[in-house]
């Protein structure tokens, strides 16, 4: 069970200088679409020449021109790309088969997607699927990664698929969540906008180690 940092709307050297204050506490650090959008692939560089060590998320949530857009992350030395679930089918293809050739992986952003759409993105099941409530969602209109049933649609990890998942995620709403066994969880606000963002960072750590525990244990 992966943490990702999320680090958006902040410059490349505050990413780094965040990631660097937490980096034993998280596994996955992403280059979030704030940061690709305004300082473009530097972003993804920067980060991979910091952290060589940690899997980095860049998270270019593409829509169509797959090849040239997954090319351009993983040539910045991005270990994982992301794509929207609501795309064409033959963008995620073409994702997929990018991935494959420069031996990285795929992160399938479930934002706005149907139960049917989530169903037919099954056969991708070496991606990892996303799970998302967006930044819209959250901040107009109050809405969390909170009701694991309703937010998950169609997507299981039972069924064999790697899940992650983001949107919101505090302390207090991280035990729920677990039910899903997720394989990656991504945190923002509530690490970057801590107060102490390594403590913080530690605290998440424990409780996904403690609900591991009890589903191994329990």
Request: glycine letters at 6%; one cysteine or more.
């Amino acid at each position: 069970m992966n943490i990702q940092l999320a680090l958006d709307r902040m410059t490349i050297q505050e990413a780094v200088d965040m990631a660097r204050i937490v980096q034993d506490e998280v596994d996955w650090i992403e280059v979030g679409t704030s940061l690709i959008k305004e300082f473009g692939m530097d972003s993804v560089k920067e980060l991979k020449r910091a952290f060589p060590d940690k899997t980095i998320v860049a998270d270019m949530k593409t829509f169509d021109n797959a090849k040239y857009e997954f090319e351009l992350c993983f040539n910045a030395g991005a270990d994982v790309a992301t794509v929207m679930g609501a795309a064409p089918l033959v963008t995620v293809e073409t994702c997929m088969e990018t991935a494959a050739r420069f031996g990285a992986q795929v992160m399938i952003d479930l934002l706005h997607t149907s139960t049917e759409q989530q169903n037919t993105l099954h056969q991708f099941n070496d991606a990892v699927h996303c799970i998302h409530v967006s930044k819209d969602e959250q901040e107009q209109a109050g809405h969390q990664l909170k009701n694991v049933s309703r937010q998950a649609g169609g997507v299981r990890a039972d069924e064999g698929l790697k899940l992650a998942m983001a949107g919101g995620i505090t302390l207090e709403s991280l035990p729920g969540l677990m039910l899903l066994k997720p394989h990656v969880v991504i945190i923002g606000s509530a690490i970057t906008k801590a107060a102490d963002p390594r403590q913080a960072a530690f605290q998440i750590r424990q409780v996904m180690n403690e609900q591991r525990e009890r589903r191994i244990y329990g």
